[in-house]
């Protein structure tokens, strides 16, 4: 789909999104929060709204005043340079603002950036608007991936609503996708949005290698089991293994081993007796490499991913690589507050290309580089398998 032509739509398209993505929820759902990395629902609603409070409304709408002065404290996330704010621990023990009060401030800001929008913008404010909106995108798959993890985690395993593809199947063959060795170019290279660490665009030299036209499969996993895979400590990185033997880590997310030894999984679809067929998905980097270990074979870097991307059938699953997140040659971090977006997060954590179900409209590209660390898994991840020939 393309995008929309004016960002007074595609602002309020975006916004529309989020609130719809809520609409299952009892209000209780909006406030839990079980693990540190799963934020409430609530806190989604707040932060992208604070965003554009924060960046667009007060230095560009003339004589704008903020909603509540205090807001700035509770919906900032990791933005330092921007002032205090509530630890990322404690989101979930915020009973105010209410739910009420959220959708009040959100209804405030909507109503003014109408007012901006509609004005002759500033140069400068043009790139803040769009990743004003791609940031709200963001947090749609992350309030989709959290609210699995809060309803999942619920010992009703409550049903959240119909999504497609939650159960992925692949129904072609499984074949060798060779590509030649060779200089390739990598990055982002249209007038379109991207984020600033998709550039700048460089050449790479690549050895000969092949990627896997198909994601690997809940059989396969099942095999990697009962083959002990989570017990053998040689196919493991020694992090790895210290998470699975901390944790008793012993399968992927969700999946659950009823009294008659039957494999069932939590979805948004409610609970199911795992398809074999279906592509695994909600696993860590850990247990991708461990898994490709026990193969013979291994993960693509985000290079080999990028240079084959328009032969595979990708965008139901992240795909984790080997690559570790790190600048390209010569990147530029921005300046300012927006220069925290991406690159003070580059350390320690492992890229992921492709995008999920959960990746909203206008928002997925060849070029998108997600970033985790190795040991999550509550996102929409799977993984394709590579070797080198």
């Known amino acids: 789909m393309n995008r929309p032509e004016s960002y007074l739509d595609f602002f309020n398209q975006t916004r529309a999104a989020t609130e719809n993505l809520c609409k299952p929820l009892a209000t209780e759902d909006y406030v839990v929060q079980p693990i540190v990395d799963v934020s409430p629902p609530k806190w989604h609603l707040g932060h992208t709204t604070w965003f554009f409070e924060e960046f667009l409304l007060v230095p560009y709408l003339p004589h704008y005043e903020r909603y509540d002065e205090r807001y700035a404290y509770v919906f900032n996330s990791y933005y330092e340079s921007m002032g205090k704010r509530v630890v990322r621990t404690d989101r979930g023990n915020l009973s105010r603002p209410s739910v009420a009060d959220v959708y009040k401030y959100r209804a405030h800001v909507n109503e003014h950036m109408q007012k901006l929008l509609a004005s002759e913008l500033a140069t400068d404010a043009i790139p803040v608007i769009e990743i004003g909106i791609h940031h709200e995108k963001q947090?749609?798959?992350?309030?989709?991936?959290?609210?699995?993890?809060?309803?999942?985690?619920?010992?009703?395993?409550?049903?959240?609503?119909?999504?497609?593809?939650?159960?992925?199947?692949?129904?072609?063959?499984?074949?060798?996708i060779e590509m030649p060795d060779g200089i390739y170019h990598i990055g982002h290279d249209t007038k379109e949005f991207c984020y600033d660490n998709e550039l700048p665009r460089h050449r790479i030299f690549l050895e000969p290698y092949a990627l896997s036209n198909k994601l690997v499969t809940n059989a396969d996993w099942m095999e990697f089991m009962q083959a002990g895979g989570y017990t053998e400590v040689l196919l493991w990185h020694t992090e790895g293994w210290d998470w699975v033997s901390k944790n008793n880590i012993a399968a992927p997310n969700y999946w659950h081993n009823d009294e008659?030894?039957?494999?069932?999984?939590?979805?948004?679809?409610?609970?199911?007796?795992?398809?074999?067929?279906?592509?695994?998905?909600?696993?860590?980097?850990?247990?991708?490499?461990?898994?490709?270990?026990?193969?013979?074979?291994?993960?693509?870097?985000?290079?080999?991913?990028?240079?084959?991307?328009?032969?595979?059938?990708?965008?139901?699953?992240?795909?984790?690589?080997?690559?570790?997140?790190?600048?390209?040659?010569?990147?530029?971090?921005?300046?300012?507050?927006?220069?925290?977006?991406?690159?003070?997060?580059?350390?320690?954590?492992?890229?992921?290309?492709?995008?999920?179900?959960?990746?909203?409209?206008?928002?997925?590209?060849?070029?998108?580089?997600?970033?985790?660390?190795?040991?999550?898994?509550?996102?929409?991840?799977?993984?394709?398998?590579?070797?080198?020939?």
Do not use: C
């Open 139 to 176: 947090h749609q798959e992350l309030l989709m991936t959290d609210i699995k993890y809060i309803l999942g985690n619920n010992p009703l395993l409550p049903k959240y609503g119909e999504v497609d593809h939650e159960v992925f199947v692949e129904n072609h063959e499984q074949e060798w």
């Open 260 to 389: 008659n030894g039957e494999w069932f999984n939590y979805t948004l679809n409610g609970y199911e007796k795992i398809n074999l067929e279906a592509a695994v998905t909600h696993i860590s980097y850990y247990e991708a490499f461990a898994f490709a270990q026990w193969k013979g074979l291994r993960l693509p870097t985000e290079f080999e991913w990028e240079a084959a991307q328009d032969k595979l059938d990708y965008g139901k699953r992240w795909e984790w690589t080997e690559s570790a997140y790190l600048p390209y040659p010569n990147y530029q971090k921005p300046d300012g507050a927006l220069g925290e977006y991406n690159g003070k997060f580059m350390v320690n954590q492992k890229v992921l290309r492709g995008y999920s179900i959960a990746t909203p409209d206008h928002h997925a590209r060849p070029t998108y580089r997600n970033f985790f660390h190795p040991y999550l898994r509550w996102q929409f991840t799977g993984l394709r398998l590579a070797k080198s020939i």
